[in-house]
């Protein structure tokens, strides 16, 4: 249990996998090096026995051919012993065997003298190639040796058996120090690679740590904290990519709240006027003859608040995914004539005039039509709500390609350029004041024909002036004149297949 808790956390992952790859890539490198070293060197040593071994059949093939004394032979067999640090040993056929060594560490092989037996396996092995063992020479002595074996044939009888022991525990000592040496290589180097995947690994975790820091620090509501921008490319567009969702978090807050007050001072004004004019109706304040006057002012207030309340719960459906699109092939252009309908008491009211440009005189679209009728009507009622008396109004539709583009421009005030790129925000409002005016509204208009745009996967843009009115244009998906087979009597709106 105690292992699994210590790699659940990052860190310890990347410090374990990273530490384990180093060790093992240290171990191998080091048994390489010895296992070359080794073989280099015994490779030399046995190299060299194997002239000596040369040099000694010459000595013997000389000595028995007369050529060179027996007294010269002698003295060049333990020269070479002696110079060599070898131990030579003869075994003639029939004779006593001579052993020539260069040290006292030899004289416990030196007077061991292998049996009838074994000097014919040695024989044998001579005669089948196999020269060479590197082993204590049959446990006699406790040095390390490598022998070779030589033999001196006459007329294809076996005469002589040469042996030439080399010693090798010089060789051993010196890979043992070798080894030592690996091992204390390998302990720095796992050190100095514990110590760089350390730093490395915590690099990389840093910025996680400040993410988790942070994160909670908006969980209780500070907003204001902000990770440092800086390390690699990653780690920066780590940084700034919550950052940016950070300033848009405190920019949201700061909305919420704004539009918690607003609703709230909204819903509270209408709340407290119609209590006071129930109340004063109640007690008498208010006389019969006054009540339709009170009554009517109530149930203004009523609409109004109950407008508030639908728009509310029509921006949480939608944000909620569940509003289903149904999808179908009209006209735009009928369905703005007839909206339009519906606006002319207060187009009237206001004294103003409607401009209509058709690029044709049918756009056939595909839409939900009943939100796109949505759509229109708030952006209509949002350019009557801010035009002044006798201004302008104008509606247009033209084409591009496979859109087809829906502009609705007023000639009112204008929205500031510090609230344009706002406009569309949850619970926004271009007008800061809570005093309740005719033009004042929730914030929740926009917002709900952002979303109903952005989930048909068209978009809607915005061009504003200061004192040069508004105009918002949104896109549809643009579809082939259906069909003929059903018309709305009512209005005339051409649903069908295409």
């Known amino acids: 249990m105690r292992h699994r808790d210590l790699l659940r956390t990052l860190f310890s992952r990347m410090l374990v996998v990273y530490m ?9 490198l080091g048994v390489a090096v010895i296992v070359i070293i080794r073989g280099q060197t015994y490779g030399e040593r046995q190299n060299l026995a194997r002239m000596e071994t040369v040099e000694v059949l010459n000595i013997e093939k000389q000595r028995i051919s007369g050529a060179m004394s027996e007294a010269d032979a002698v003295q060049r067999l333990y020269a070479l012993a002696v110079g060599n640090n ?15 060594y260069g040290s006292g560490n030899w004289s416990s092989a030196a007077a061991y003298e292998p049996d009838e037996e ?32 030589a033999t001196l044939p006459d007329s294809g009888t ?6 030439v022991h080399a010693d090798m525990s010089g060789i051993s000592a010196g890979l043992k120090d070798l080894i030592l040496m690996v091992i204390l290589v390998l302990l720095v180097g796992l050190l100095i690679g514990l110590i760089a995947v350390y730093s490395t690994t915590s690099a990389v975790i840093k910025p996680f740590r400040e993410v988790n820091d942070i994160v909670q620090q908006y969980s209780m509501g500070d907003y204001n904290a902000r990770i440092p921008i800086s390390g690699t490319e990653e780690t920066i567009q780590l940084g700034l990519s919550f950052n940016n969702m950070a300033d848009q978090l405190e920019d949201l807050e700061a909305t919420r709240q704004s539009f918690v007050a607003n609703v709230s001072h909204e819903l509270r004004s209408p709340l ?12 008498g304040t208010i006389v019969k003859e006054e009540y339709d006057q009170y009554i009517d002012i109530v149930l203004t207030e009523t609409k109004r608040m109950a407008s508030m309340v639908n728009d509310l719960l029509d921006l949480a459906r939608i944000e909620s995914g569940k509003t289903v699109l149904k999808l179908e092939v009209f006209d735009i252009n009928e369905l703005i004539r007839r909206i339009l309908i519906t606006f002319e008491a207060r187009i009237y009211e206001r004294k103003m005039d409607v401009e209509i440009r058709f690029a044709q005189e049918q756009f056939f679209v595909e839409a939900d039509s009943t939100q796109i009728s949505q759509v229109i009507r708030n952006l209509i009622d949002n350019a009557i709500k801010y035009s002044p008396e006798g201004s ?8 591009m390609r496979k859109e087809v583009y829906i502009s609705i421009q007023d000639f009112g005030q204008g929205i500031p350029e510090e609230d344009v790129p706002h406009v569309f925000d949850r619970f926004y409002k271009v007008e800061k ?27 809607i843009t915005l061009k504003s002036a200061r004192g040069k009115g508004s105009t918002f244009t949104f896109t549809l998906k643009r579809a082939a004149a259906p069909k003929r087979n059903q018309q709305d009597q009512n209005g005339g709106i051409i649903h069908g297949q295409y």
């Not at 384990?20 to 191998?28: P, Q, R």
């Not at 407290?272 to 007690?283: C, I, N, P, R, V």
């Not at 302008?392 to 084409?399: H, N």
């Open 20 to 28: 384990t790859v180093i060790f093992s890539l240290i171990v191998l």
């Open 433 to 459: 004041a809570h005093t309740p005016s005719k033009q004042s509204g929730t914030g929740l208009g926009l917002s709900i024909v952002k979303r109903i745009i952005d989930q048909h996967g068209q978009k």
């Open 272 to 283: 407290t006027s119609m209590k006071g004019f129930l109340e004063a109706m109640h007690d």
């Open 118 to 149: 074994h000097r014919q396996q040695l024989i044998a092995e001579a005669a089948a190639g196999n020269t060479e063992t590197k082993q204590y020479y049959k446990g006699v002595s406790d040095m390390e040796t490598l022998t070779e074996i």
């Open 86 to 100: 070898l131990l030579v040993e003869i075994y003639p056929t029939g004779d006593e065997p001579e052993h020539y």
């Open 158 to 163: 076996v005469t002589h058996l040469i042996l």
């Open 392 to 399: 302008k109004l104008r509606i247009a539709t033209y084409a």
